[in-house]
């Protein structure tokens, strides 16, 4: 099969989905094909490049992230396409913010440390908020008194905020100085995705 051929398969497959895929997923949908009859995974990115490349005039493209490849709405139309939702969810706070980022930055971290950067204490609603949604897992502990959990950020806090790794976390200016880093990032605009995708979705609120 050309790729021509495959272009409608995989993007039916992806329409369909209501997921990401994978290469080895979509490499599935040929299963039954001889072996020799099956495309390579070479030739399925090359589909996947071309079918990015038809949306340049669409309203929607075709984005890679932690767990694979998925159509979505493009960022500047979501304006007029979150209307189609009657009630808008609940901002996050800026101290789960706060934690979700420096996590992200220093991970894997303690709650202890997050406190100590933030300069107050990290509210026990925040974290289990977090891990509630998956976005932060305990990956160990601390090998100091005590031995608290480390934590780390999860594939679904990839896909949920649109990355497919953590080198594309925005940049830091000065990746040593943390005190404040949602104030900082926010002043560059760098935590722009973040926030973004945040003030989109539904979550319980959580205190200081």
Known sequence: MNTEQLKPIVESALLAAGESLNLERIRDLFAELPAEERPSTSTLRTVLTELATDCSARGIELKEIASGFCFQVKPELSTWIKRLW????????????????????????????????????????????????????????????????????????????????LEELPILIDPQNLTDITGQLEDQALLAPIVAAAEEVELMSVEN
């Open 86 to 165: 009657q009630t808008r969810p609940p901002r996050y706070t800026r101290a789960l913010m706060e934690t979700l980022a420096i996590i992200a930055y220093r991970q894997p971290i303690t709650r202890g440390e997050i406190e100590q950067i933030r300069g107050v204490n990290v509210s026990t609603n925040i974290v289990k908020t977090l891990l509630d949604h998956e976005w932060i897992r305990v990956v160990g502990q601390r090998e100091v008194p005590g031995r608290p959990s480390l934590y780390a950020t999860t594939r679904q806090f990839l896909d949920h905020f649109n990355l497919k790794n």
